[in-house]
C-alpha cells in the first residue's frame, strides 16, 4: 500500500470533501495500517465488543478476526509487557487502554522498558508500540477516571506523544505511529471522536514534532491541546467579532515539540496563553511557559497565562464536572485580561463551525 507523507508547510486543500469523525478516522487508520502491515495487531479491554471502544476498532475486527484484535483481562502491566516482547519479535502491537488512568499501572513497562529500550542497547533493538490512551469529560467519570498523564509520559526520553485534536490528524498520526520503530502514546479525547472534517480516504502519514497553525492571528498566541482546540478555535471565532484575533497553535504533539512553531507566533503577536487539559502544576503548559520565559521573554509585551484544571481531583457530579473542565469562556477572560479590554461585555453568542487550519 502506498502512503505519502504531507509535507509541513501545504495546505490543506482536499481534492475530496469527504466528512467523517474523529473516531472513523481512528477506524480507518486502523483498517488501513493492518492491510499494509500484517504484523500490526490490535488487543485491549473491549475492543472486540459490540460498541467497539466508541466504534473505533469495529471495522479492524470484521476485517480480521479474533487472530488480530482480541479481547484481555484487565492486567495492564503485564498486557504492555506482552506487547514489547511481541514488538521485539518483529511484531507490531496496538494497545488500547479504555480509559487513561490505567496506564499508570503500566508506567513501569513504559517509562522503564518501552521509552529506554533502544538507547540501552545501542540502537540494536528497538521497540515498535502504539498505545491508544483515552481520557475525557463526560456522564461523570470521578477522581480516578478523568487524569491526563501527558505530562509524565512526556517527562521520559524515548516514548512519543500525540495529542491530536481533529480526525485529519488522528489518522495521519496513527498511521505515522504504526510506522515507527519506537513507542507511540496517542492521547485521545472522548469528546473529539463525533467532530468530523475533511479526511483523505487514502492513507497519509503526519510527521511526528510539527504544530498546526490552526488559526492565523495578530493579538494573542493561543497553544492549546487536544479538546482545548475546539474550544480556543470557539473563542478566536467569538473575539474575531470584536476585532481581536487570536493565533491557535495545536502542537498535535507534545513530545517531541515544535518549540520553533511557539516560539514564532509569540515574537509575532508578544502574548502567550496555554490551555492545557490538565492540572497546571508540573504540566505541559508549564513547559510551554518555561521556553517562552527563556527564549522569547523580551517579545512578550503581558504577562502570560495558563489555563487549566483548577487544583482538586475531578468531580463525579456532572454539574461540578463542566464546572471542573476549562471551555472557551476561560480563554475569553484570560484574552481580555492581558489585553486590559477588560471592561468588554463578551455576550453568549452562536458558534460557528470551528475552521482546523494549515500546517
Not at 484481555?72 to 514489547?84: K, R
Not at 490538565?278 to 513547559?287: I, K
Request: charged share 20%; proline share 6%; net charge neutral.
Amino acid at each position: 500500500m502506498c502512503i505519502k507523507v504531507v509535507p509541513v508547510m501545504t495546505l490543506m486543500v482536499m481534492i475530496m470533501n469527504r466528512q467523517i469523525s474523529y473516531a472513523q478516522a481512528i477506524s480507518e487508520a486502523l483498517v488501513q495500517g493492518m492491510e499494509s502491515n500484517p504484523n500490526v495487531f490490535l488487543f485491549g479491554l473491549g475492543v472486540n465488543d459490540c460498541k467497539g471502544v466508541f466504534g473505533t476498532t469495529i471495522e479492524a475486527t470484521k476485517r480480521f478476526g479474533d487472530s488480530r484484535v482480541f479481547d484481555v483481562p484487565a492486567s495492564e502491566n503485564a498486557l504492555t509487557g506482552i506487547a514489547i516482547g511481541a514488538a521485539l519479535n518483529g511484531k507490531h502491537p496496538i494497545l488500547v487502554h479504555a480509559r487513561h488512568d490505567f496506564m499508570f499501572l503500566a508506567l513501569d513497562q513504559m517509562i522503564n522498558n518501552a521509552a529506554k529500550w533502544k538507547y540501552t542497547y545501542a540502537g540494536k533493538t528497538s521497540i515498535g508500540l502504539t498505545v491508544r490512551a483515552i481520557i475525557g469529560k463526560g456522564w461523570g467519570q470521578g477522581p480516578t477516571h478523568s487524569q491526563n498523564l501527558q505530562a509524565i509520559l512526556a517527562h521520559f526520553p524515548g516514548t512519543i506523544v500525540a495529542v491530536p485534536s481533529n480526525a485529519y490528524d488522528v489518522k495521519g498520526i496513527m498511521l505515522e505511529a504504526l510506522n515507527q520503530k519506537n513507542p507511540v502514546v496517542i492521547i485521545e479525547h472522548r469528546s473529539l471522536y463525533d467532530l468530523k472534517m475533511t479526511v483523505p480516504q487514502e492513507p497519509y502519514r503526519l510527521a511526528f514534532g510539527r504544530a498546526r497553525i490552526s488559526r492565523q492571528g495578530k493579538d494573542v498566541t493561543v497553544v492549546a491541546t487536544s479538546s482545548m482546540v475546539p474550544e480556543a478555535l470557539r473563542a478566536a471565532y467569538i473575539l474575531s467579532e470584536f476585532g481581536i484575533e487570536l493565533e491557535v497553535i495545536d502542537p498535535v504533539t507534545i513530545q517531541p515539540l515544535d518549540e520553533e512553531a511557539i516560539l514564532t507566533s509569540v515574537q509575532k503577536t508578544g502574548r502567550l496563553i496555554c490551555a492545557d487539559g490538565d492540572w497546571l502544576n508540573c504540566s505541559f503548559a508549564s513547559e510551554v511557559v518555561a521556553r517562552v520565559a527563556d527564549k522569547a521573554f523580551h517579545d512578550l509585551k503581558a504577562p502570560i497565562k495558563r489555563i487549566g484544571w483548577p487544583e482538586c481531583p475531578a468531580p463525579v457530579s456532572k454539574v461540578l464536572e463542566d464546572a471542573f473542565h476549562p471551555t472557551h469562556k476561560n480563554i475569553i477572560a484570560a484574552v481580555l485580561e492581558i489585553l486590559d479590554k477588560r471592561q468588554i461585555s463578551i455576550p453568549d453568542v452562536e458558534i460557528k463551525d470551528t475552521f482546523v487550519g494549515p500546517y
